[in-house]
């Protein structure tokens, strides 16, 4: 049986990035809640409008019907509008980002809690403002006219809190459209997800068992990439079974249905050969692996240097010939990069409340993340004076940062390449003085820190 607390804290996790990357469900919330006050503030009016006390009474909308509803009206009207632009504003917003950074950040934008916030002002004021408006009503012979005047008001408020979100907004938006700004979101949010990761650990780290001859095979249940990995959920699901599970798949790595997803074996003999056990066991196993259409850096560490990478080969390319921005974006991926130095180093297996190794992991090693990171830059960048140059000192910006041997291996291997795409373009004596003066500073940095 699945491990119960681990599958509500992935579906969780789940519906936290739905909310947070679709422009709907704040909005709708805003709705539903705007109907429900507009329903209860009427109720009270009919309860205390006629005791209001004098200073009260000069503070709260004091028209007739007629007034009223032109106020509701003009409110609904103007609100509904407003909510035109705005969804057109951040419409031109995507395509830009899209168009001049990388469809990457799209995400980002479509996630902006700014913009969740303003169409939830907007929308919840128009719903607010119609249901108020159903409860205005003229004298009859049966009743005198009512008018709910603290609801008015209240509409009144939301309205010019709605004009002054607009202003914010814009403002907001003129900001966010900045390269800069989605360049240090795209930082921010990578050394925030390397952080939370570093002190994640699920269980103790201990030595790998030997991978026996015969394991099973856990096959993945749908195309797309590996967006979070349960290790807890493994770790425990795998101790209720007395099994031993491996990871085949990085997280953020594109897997394709019905291929390998995970091996797990038994610990010493098994006792018999139930095929349906097994099966429901893969099965369970599977569960603790998400997927989707997209990658997210929930878990993914290497998506925010591919987005961070994917702005400077968009800078570089000839329709948009921005070799600055690609400059700037080498800036965070050596910050980023930097990070990832200094995280732990992944164990060969974590081990149960009992010490047994349960869950052997994988994941990019950080000669991979430096692939990731400079490898089509390099290629698109080596005729750039000044990307060649920041390239160079990336190296020894990291370098600095970089405390294991594997890592400055790594650092050195990227530098050779650096130097020989270099050799190949065609730059004047100066620059190339220029690229082996910080070559040498940066094998110094190397060599200083081995």
């Known amino acids: 049986m699945a491990d119960r607390p681990g599958v509500i804290r992935r579906q969780l996790a789940l519906l936290s990035d739905a909310v947070a990357s679709k422009l709907w469900p704040v909005p709708l919330i805003a709705v539903v809640c705007a109907v429900l006050l507009g329903i209860a503030l009427p109720l009270l009016d009919r309860v205390v409008d006629d005791d209001l006390p004098t200073w009260v009474s000069g503070l709260v909308f004091s028209g007739g019907v007629d007034a009223a509803r032109a106020v509701l009206s003009a409110i609904a009207g103007s609100l509904i509008t407003a909510t035109s632009l705005t969804f057109s504003l951040t419409v031109v917003a995507l395509q830009l980002a899209s168009s001049q950074a990388s469809p990457r950040l799209l995400r980002m934008f479509a996630s902006d809690r700014m913009v969740h916030a303003t169409l939830a002002m907007f929308l919840g004021t128009f719903a607010y403002a119609l249901t108020v408006l159903r409860t205005v009503e003229d004298a009859t012979e049966d009743a005198d006219e009512f008018v709910p005047r603290i609801a008015l008001t209240v509409a009144s408020v939301l309205t010019l809190a709605s004009v002054v979100m607009l202003v914010v907004f814009l403002a907001h938006l003129a900001r966010q459209l900045r390269v800069e700004t989605m360049m240090r979101d795209v930082h921010r949010e990578a050394s925030l997800t390397i952080n939370v990761l570093a002190d994640a650990d699920p269980g103790e780290p201990v030595a790998a068992p030997r991978r026996p001859e015969h394991v099973h095979t856990v096959l993945a249940e749908a195309s797309g990439f590996i967006t979070g990995v349960d290790r807890g959920g493994l770790i425990r699901r795998a101790a209720q079974g007395d099994i031993v599970v491996r990871e085949l798949r990085t997280v953020g790595a594109s897997v394709i249905e019905g291929t390998p997803l995970l091996e797990w074996w038994r610990r010493g003999v098994p006792d018999d050969d139930d095929l349906r056990r097994d099966e429901q066991l893969g099965a369970d196993l599977a569960g603790f692996v998400q997927s989707g259409y997209e990658r997210t850096a929930r878990q993914d560490v290497g998506f925010g240097l591919r987005q961070l990478a994917d702005v400077a080969v968009k800078a570089l390319s000839p329709g948009v010939n921005d070799p600055t921005t690609a400059v700037h974006a080498l800036g965070h991926i050596a910050a980023v990069l930097g990070d990832l130095a200094e995280r732990p180093t992944r164990p060969e297996a974590y081990a149960d409340a009992d010490g047994v190794a349960r869950l052997l992991p994988t994941g990019d090693g950080f000669d991979a993340f430096l692939e990731v990171g400079l490898a089509q830059i390099r290629h698109y960048g080596s005729g750039d004076p000044e990307v060649v140059a920041r ?43 220029r690229f082996r003066g910080l070559a040498e500073r940066a094998r110094a940095a190397l060599s200083r820190i081995g």
């Open 391 to 433: 390239l160079l000192s990336l190296i020894d910006d990291v370098a600095w940062r970089a405390r294991r041997a594997d890592q400055r291996e790594a650092l050195r291997a990227q530098l050779g390449r650096i130097e020989a795409s270099v050799d190949a373009a065609e730059f004047d004596d100066v620059e190339r003085e």
